[in-house]
């Protein structure tokens, strides 16, 4: 592998030409940007491609005079999809590409075309927690660390070579998804990336093998995974609506009425009440009954409608939730 990535580099010691790619609004995109203006991270980026029109990341490009080319393709047709994307690459001259929240799985052909060439930043201590939501799936496993990876793209998901690992971020017991990526992941995976590059650019990079059998799987945070078993312990429901928060919110319901929760967190007490049951509002948040314990929650969506202050909800103690 690494053979192919110092045999890619722009010959003559030539400064690594650099595409991003990038499906959302580009905060990742944004501060790959200004680290390469910076000089932080060796060489330039020549193009962003993105996936979907009106990608925040367009804008943001044009802000740093970077060229952006929007690139469309079914899902289910990665073939043609590839095609597009390596024109576009090969007529920029394309040395390097670095996936920065690209929402997409490249297919076999981009792949091999730029084999040992695509990096990828993801949100955890791979092989733990790979593909989408990992955040979720650490706050809802309970593991008490974090960290991100910078690994080499193979025909996986998320299971190439470790070029560079982070570790060291303790999740704490009010962390939600939100937080954890944005005011620990992120940063950290900025200076990931730059190592990377860095170590790639100068032949010195060293590449990790991931072992899968330590890997963990699951899929989109979709309404079955964040819905709430109110027979599980009071830690573990916490954990959900914690990996729940922002999106998709954790799902449970009033009668026939759809409740998400969020701003969740455990408090002090317990008692005989059914799990679900509120029991009080204190300090603006509602205090529910759990197996083992209590949790509070600040803000509640009500038959998929606007996230509210939970005294503004409705609702209101003994109701039951469930």
Not at 41 to 60: M, N, S
Not at 125 to 154: I, M, N, Y
Request: net charge negative.
């Amino acid at each position: 592998m690494s053979s192919s990535v110092e045999a890619a580099t722009a010959a003559g010691g030539a400064a690594p030409r650099v595409a991003v790619l990038a499906s959302g609004r580009g905060s990742n995109f944004e501060s790959l940007a200004q680290a390469f203006r910076d000089r932080e991270i060796p060489g330039e980026i020549v193009l962003l491609v993105v996936d979907k029109p009106g990608a925040g990341a367009c804008a943001i490009a044009e802000r740093f005079g970077i060229p952006w080319l929007l690139v469309r393709g079914r899902r289910r047709d990665r073939d043609a999809f590839d095609a597009a994307l390596l024109d576009v690459l090969r007529q920029h001259a394309v040395d390097y590409v670095f996936l920065a929240g690209f929402m997409r799985i490249l297919g076999r052909a981009a792949v091999a075309a730029y084999w040992g060439r695509i990096l990828n930043i993801h949100p955890s201590l791979l092989p733990a927690f790979p593909g989408l939501a990992a955040q979720a799936q650490a706050l809802g496993a309970g593991v008490e660390e974090s960290g991100c990876t910078v690994h080499f793209v193979d025909f996986g998901v998320d299971t190439g070579p470790i070029v560079v690992q982070r570790g060291g971020v303790s999740i704490q017991d009010t962390d939600t998804a939100a937080s954890l990526y944005f005011d620990h992941l992120y940063p950290l995976g900025i200076e990931a990336i730059a190592e990377a590059v860095a170590n790639v650019a100068a032949g010195t990079a060293r590449y990790l093998p991931q072992d899968e059998s330590l890997a963990t799987h699951q899929g989109l945070v979709d309404d079955v995974a964040a819905r709430i078993d109110w027979s599980q312990t009071a830690d573990r429901i916490d954990r959900l609506i914690r990996g729940c928060d922002p999106q998709p919110g954790a799902l449970t319901q009033r009668g026939d009425e759809a409740v998400r929760l969020f701003d969740g967190g455990r408090v002090a007490g317990s008692g005989a009440e059914p799990p679900g049951t509120l029991i009080a509002v204190e300090d603006g948040r509602l205090i529910i009954a759990a197996q083992g314990g209590r949790i509070a929650v600040g803000r509640v969506s009500l038959a998929g409608g606007p996230k509210l202050a939970a005294v503004d909800s409705g609702l209101a103690p003994g109701d039951r939730l469930g």
